[in-house]
């Protein structure tokens, strides 16, 4: 086995975002060295890489086969001991996160842009997972970013030609063992430890009926084995189950906007019990009852209400986590219940230290991310089984859940603005002004309402200290309304903004968000100015 010292000069843009190093697929796919140079500056920044066992696979979108052999060629370069690789370079980002905590690898390469289109023209990424299975913290991705401005080489083995990534098996490549694994198996068994498979398997068998929705995603092989095969879903329960490099031409994001055929049958009119849709790489989930949709800041609420109905989670929630732009409906759940309620940053990577430490057993993202301990990655098909669990024990009926929650605890009304692909220059300028402007903005009023609070979102991680500013400027109302802004730091195309907008209340509980929060999106818009500084007039998606 030759390795190859390959010289290699920097690409300047190889900074890991909110969540890995995202970009154009032709931008990985035309650019020398460009995935390379990124997997070597990770692994020099991990060290130690000899011997030790890494994860790999992804979402198998268009270009993650050549990506995956090339990953692996460096891996191989590097002297890696092991390299687990998920059967047709397959791994759901929550599988990968499972399988370098029960193999007790160094850390995992999930090959994704999660929700964002695939294909030649759409999107491709590389994001860096750690040994607690979680994805690469802050500090350690500032180092990988500092290190992709001055790597000078790579090393490259080369891969046997008949090395067959699609079959199962075991083989030894130079110094490293290739291991091709079923990715689903260790999953489904972790799956299988913290549910009541039995009592989710009555409800699927008595008639509830119910769609998983894959889009083509990774997700289909999981959802078939794990509903279908295990938990005796009728055969067809998972639709669009295989994954396609192109994802069949969609968008796979689970929101109502790209799913509006499941949403139309289900909650328009009220064809199944319940449907779920996970995105490209598994990790989000969007759950929809009959007749009703279940805004995912409600999710983790409900979630972590109803947390003794699984029994992995019964007695055990101490504390709870939800990034900062999500709803405060958990808040209300936190302090029922006395736990402790952490407000992070967006981003799952913020979530790991306090996992880590035992402070939080379940956290969330408005961004149809839920998780818990069992992992450090947000879980789609994990949230689907918890709401299985809950409506076993509640007759199967989601709206009805939803609507004893909000007698309980009132309800917060939510949802997000986004304006893609707007002017960075623009976004930039909206953000530094109304950072400027904002210890005069308490005590003016908008629309009638007097704005209490305006603060730009700082945070240090109670565990490691770390430190982690501007991230995102939130403004609090006098009837205790929120608008939240801030730049999505997952694009690949120009800038978005996402406006965020929530309020308490405990009347009138089946308005939908739009009619609660008009006049919050008016104060919104008063502050943002979309036309004149975007030229829109209204938001390109509202989820
Ligand atoms: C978006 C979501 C965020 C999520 C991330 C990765 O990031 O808003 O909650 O963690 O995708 O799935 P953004 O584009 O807003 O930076
Ligand atoms: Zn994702």
Request: proline content about 6%; some cysteine.
């Amino acid at each position: 086995m030759e390795i190859r010292t390959v010289a290699t000069v920097p690409w300047d843009d190889q900074r890991p975002g909110t969540s890995g190093l995202r970009k154009k697929t032709r931008v990985f796919a035309g650019r020398p060295h460009y995935v390379e140079n990124f997997v070597q500056s990770v692994l020099d920044v991990v060290g130690e890489v000899a011997g030790a066992t890494f994860v790999l696979g992804g979402d198998g979108r268009h270009f993650a086969d050549e990506a995956l052999r090339r990953t692996l060629a460096v891996l191989v370069g590097n002297r890696a001991g092991r390299v687990i690789v998920g059967e047709r370079g397959l791994f759901s980002t929550p599988a990968v996160s499972c399988v370098i905590r029960r193999r007790g690898a160094r850390g995992g390469f999930v090959l994704t842009a999660s929700h964002n289109p695939g294909g030649p023209d759409g999107d491709f990424g590389i994001k860096y997972n750690v040994g607690n299975g979680g994805p690469a913290p802050e500090s350690l991705t500032r180092r990988i970013h500092a290190r992709t401005r001055e790597i000078r080489r790579y090393f490259l083995a080369e891969l046997p030609p008949d090395l067959d990534l699609a079959r199962r098996g075991t083989r030894r490549v130079g110094e490293t063992v290739v291991e091709v694994v079923d990715p689903v198996a260790d999953y489904a068994e972790m799956l299988e430890g913290l549910f009541d498979f039995a009592a989710i398997r009555r409800l699927l068998e008595g008639g509830f009926r119910m769609a998983f929705d894959a889009l083509h995603g990774v997700t289909g092989p999981y959802a078939r084995h794990v509903l279908e095969a295990r938990l005796g879903a009728p055969p067809g329960t998972v639709r669009r189950g295989d994954p396609r490099p192109d994802f069949g031409g969609l968008h796979p994001d689970p929101n109502p906007t790209r799913c509006r055929e499941l949403v139309r049958e289900v909650v328009e009119e009220g064809r199944l019990d319940f449907a779920a849709a996970c995105d490209g790489d598994g990790d989000r989930a969007m759950i929809l009852g009959r007749g009703i949709f279940v805004s995912p800041c409600d999710g983790i609420a409900v979630l972590a209400d109803r947390a003794d109905l699984a029994p992995g989670y019964r007695g055990r929630i101490r504390g709870v986590a939800r990034s900062m732009p999500t709803s405060r409906a958990l808040d209300r759940v936190a302090a029922a219940r006395g736990w402790d309620l952490y407000e992070t940053p967006t981003g799952w990577k913020f979530f790991g230290s306090l996992l880590d430490a035992g402070r939080i057993q379940i956290c969330g993202e408005e961004s149809f991310g839920i998780g818990s301990d069992h992992l450090r990655e947000k879980d789609g098909l994990w949230a689907v089984l918890f709401w299985l669990q809950i409506l076993a024990a509640g007759g199967g009926d989601v709206a009805g859940v939803l609507r004893a929650h909000w007698r309980r605890y009132g309800r917060d009304w939510f949802t997000r603005h986004d304006y893609e692909g707007v002017d960075p220059a623009a976004a930039t300028a909206l953000v530094e002004e109304l950072r400027g402007r904002l210890s005069g903005l308490p005590g003016t009023v908008w629309g009638g309402v007097r704005l209490v609070r305006a603060e730009d979102f700082a945070y240090r991680d109670p565990v490691t200290g770390e430190e982690a500013v501007h991230q995102g400027l939130r403004f609090l109302f006098a009837d205790d309304s929120r608008i939240t802004l801030r730049l999505s730091g997952t694009g690949t195309e120009g800038a978005t903004l996402r406006v965020y907008l929530e309020r308490h209340g405990r009347e009138d509980l089946d308005r939908p968000p739009a009619t609660a929060l008009a006049a919050v999106a008016a104060r919104a818009r008063a502050l943002v100015e979309p036309r004149r500084r975007f030229g829109r007039d209204a938001p390109d998606v509202v989820t």
